[in-house]
């Protein structure tokens, strides 16, 4: 069974990935993080993100250390975002999602379009979205638990532009699946979404 989970920033999509790959004992993959490893990777070596050429060099030999705090750092979510766009960078990073989604037994994966490219065969999908405010309010304060500073109206910036992008983008843009469930975080709480989430699977699992 493959669950996808997409949706913008902030939107709680990773929290909802996390907990249904529980639920349902499945394997989880954050696609957002082979994005941002490519990202992490450019900036490390001084590439240029407007540079299709140097984000294509910098897909070759990524590391991916989860833990590692500045894969989720502002500068490195820009470049992400921008590097994403490029066709070469996607289809460098789609073989490893497909494999991962195609597993035996099965896998949850989130991102922007594991519903529409990635798995589109997936048995349940789920968009999950929320207002850019209350995304923005979620980043900063996950930011400053992170000890890193944060001011709301910068962040709400950058999430606007980063939305335009994602959705704007030729290449796979961020857009919900027909057969996609809507679940909108914007008055839930990590809980009453992660409960949210797992009611509409198993809806849709007992629907056929
Ligand atoms: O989910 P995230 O914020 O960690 O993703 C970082 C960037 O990677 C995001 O701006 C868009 C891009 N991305 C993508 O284009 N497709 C995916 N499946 C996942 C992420």
Redesign the pocket.
């Known amino acids: 069974m493959i669950i996808a989970v997409?949706g913008p920033?902030?939107s709680g999509?990773?929290t909802i990935a996390r907990a249904l790959a529980a639920h349902f004992g499945l394997p989880h993959m954050?696609?957002?993080?082979?994005?941002?490893a490519v990202?992490l990777n450019l900036w490390r070596w001084g590439g240029d993100p407007a540079s299709e050429f140097e984000a294509l060099r910098a897909c070759d030999n990524i590391s991916l250390d989860p833990h590692d705090e500045e894969l989720?750092s502002e500068p490195v979510?820009m470049i992400?975002?921008s590097i994403?766009?490029y066709p070469g960078v996607?289809s460098a990073l789609l073989q490893r999602?497909r494999e991962f989604a195609e597993q035996e037994g099965g896998a949850v994966l989130?991102?922007?379009?594991?519903g529409t490219v990635?798995a589109p065969e997936a048995e349940v999908k789920l968009f999950v979205t929320a207002s850019p405010e209350v995304r923005a309010e979620r980043r900063t304060k996950e930011l400053a638990a992170r000890g890193m500073t944060a001011h709301f109206e910068d962040v709400l910036a950058d999430i606007r532009a980063?939305d335009e992008?994602?959705s704007g983008r030729e290449a796979?843009p961020?857009r919900r699946a027909e057969d996609a469930m809507l679940l909108d975080t914007s008055a839930m709480d990590a809980e009453a979404a992660t409960a949210a989430a797992i009611l509409l699977a198993e809806e849709r699992l007992r629907a056929g």
């Open positions: 997409d920033a902030a999509k990773g954050d696609t957002g993080l082979l994005y941002r990202a989720r979510s992400a975002s994403s766009a996607r999602q989130d991102g922007r379009d594991i990635i980063r992008r994602d796979a961020l």
